[in-house]
């Protein structure tokens, strides 16, 4: 069990920004959530993470809620080669090693 | 950039042999592990390894899977003998540390087809 919720799909023009939304209303306190993306034919890629505060890297931005049941993956100017599919991954702080996959949010990106 | 190295790409193995998959991780991290993803179903963790030791597997990763690191840079998933329902990808990932802050990365697989 995922334990997050996002949409299927979704589509975005070229160079416009993409707001990626993922649902973790049973989150604790201390669960970091992770993003990753697969491209077709391609293992998942780390994308970004974070707890409580939100994070900016060459990738993304990553908006987490002040009461952290849901955050938001904000991709600046989408381009052809971010058509992929996003996971939102919680992880525990402690007890398992592995992510759970769900079944993420296909992107398609319209030039 | 570091990157975790698969091979081979693709793996074709008749049913009922034996096949090892090869992974180099990431050369400083500590943690290693194999996920396998059949086509168009979500990508599912099966073990992972630490010091020499598996930390953690799923139901998945029964009798038949064993993993082993021979040399201080390869990492290896042995499936003994090979059923049709093993053909997917599996990638390999390795972490720096296992805390959650800690993310995983992962190479671009190896598609294991059996015949």
């Known amino acids: 069990d995922a334990k997050t919720t996002q949409p299927n799909s979704m589509e975005s023009n070229e160079e416009e920004p993409v707001h990626l939304p993922c649902n973790h209303s049973?989150?604790?306190?201390?669960?970091?959530i992770h993003w990753y993306r697969q491209l077709p034919s391609q293992g998942p890629e780390y994308v970004i993470h974070?707890?409580?505060s939100n994070v900016n890297n060459r990738m993304a931005s990553l908006a987490i809620a002040e009461d952290r049941k849901s955050s938001t993956l904000i991709l600046h100017r989408a381009t052809l080669r971010d058509a992929a599919v996003y996971y939102c991954?919680?992880?525990?702080?402690?007890?398992?090693?592995?992510?759970?996959f769900g079944t993420g949010t296909r992107l398609k990106v319209l030039a | 950039e570091p990157e975790v190295t698969q091979t081979p790409s693709h793996q074709v193995t008749q049913m009922g042999q034996e096949v090892i998959l090869r992974c180099v991780p990431i050369?400083?991290?500590?943690?290693f592990y194999w996920y396998r993803q059949i086509l168009g179903q979500k990508v599912e963790f099966l073990v992972s390894f630490y010091n020499n030791e598996i930390s953690e597997k799923s139901e998945i990763f029964d009798d038949q899977f064993s993993v082993e690191r021979p040399d201080g840079s390869n990492f290896t998933l042995k499936i003994r003998s090979t059923k049709l329902e093993d053909s997917a990808m599996y990638f390999c990932?390795?972490?720096?540390?296992?805390?959650?802050?800690?993310?995983?990365?992962f190479g671009d697989g190896t598609r294991l087809s059996i015949l």
């Open positions: 990932a390795s972490s720096e540390g296992a805390g959650s802050g800690q993310p995983q990365h």
């Open positions: 974070g707890l409580t």
């Open positions: 050369s400083n991290h500590l943690y």
């Open positions: 049973t989150i604790s306190g201390t669960d970091y």
């Open positions: 991954i919680r992880r525990p702080p402690s007890g398992t090693y592995k992510y759970i």
